[in-house]
């Protein structure tokens, strides 16, 4: 019997190992080699020496970083709703296997495969001031009476960036939740409807809790994406105007590659890994807790 286990310990761990071995090849030997950047003051040019955790507190004091950092949180907290809002109404719509409802599905998602990049470069022009469409739909509405500049405006950036993202990622989260929706037994919701349980009362009663993990689980995926944006501003607002929308990746994206203080920019990835490090055990935790009896 004890021979038997060990054999089947020994085949286990012989089935695990390419996985362990890439994870250790591409993330902890990475991983490991970041750490040690982060405690030099190495230049992308060449050369540096040992020095501590000095890069770490001179992102203490560094208020550029911080302005960053603050301005990736409120994108997050704003982009993050409007996703998760947009992207549960969208499966309650299309979540039944009728032809009209899964071609709907299929369109919505669509923009999803479409590179980060090139949604960045369409939206650039469809915003701008001359040329694009977004314009000229506002002044034939009469919303506008005249083509805005909206790269002029931190804000006006800030919500031109907000639309091309929910447009490009919100097909994303609507298909977890049609799975979560469709994961739920139609005797379920068929028993609710017999006992006079309304529509509203059947999506807050039933299909809200037991969709739960899944909300929890596109939540941790969005704001996680949000956290780590980089090429939509890079592309639309290039961090203007005057630096004011630049988010955190991009100031790591400057020290690093512009201004070539790749230890620094090494000391900075560290401190939105910790961010993002949080955020995943939190979630976790909610998840732990969702799952209790």
Known sequence: MARSRSRGQAQGWLFLAPALLFVALFVIAPLGQLAATSMTDRSLLGGGRFIGFANYVKIWHDSGFWRALLF?????????????????????LVSDNTPLKRLTRTIVFLPVVIGLSSSSLLWFWLFDERVGLFNRLLV????????MVWFVSADLAFWAVVIAITWKVVGFGMVLFVSGIQ????????????????YWARVRL??????????????????????????????MTSGGPRGQ?????????????????????????????????????????????????
């Open 206 to 235: 039933i299909i809200l809790p037991l969709c739960r993990r899944v909300l929890l689980l596109t939540t941790l995926v969005s704001a996680i994406g949000s956290m780590l944006a980089f090429d939509q501003f890079y592309i």
């Open 72 to 92: 990736t949180v409120k994108y997050t907290l704003v982009l993050t709703p409007i996703l998760m809002g947009l992207g549960f109404a969208l499966a309650l």
């Open 183 to 198: 994961a739920i037994h139609s005797d379920i919701l068929e028993a609710a409807l017999v006992d006079g349980a309304g």
């Open 245 to 293: 929308t630049f988010t955190a990746v991009y100031s790591i994206y400057q020290s690093s590659f512009v201004s070539f203080r790749l230890g620094y920019g090494a000391a900075l990835s560290i401190v939105l890994m910790l961010i993002i490090l949080v955020l995943s055990a939190v979630q976790i935790a909610l998840t732990a807790r969702g799952a209790e009896p």
């Open 140 to 147: 034939d509405l009469h919303v506008i009476r005249e083509p």
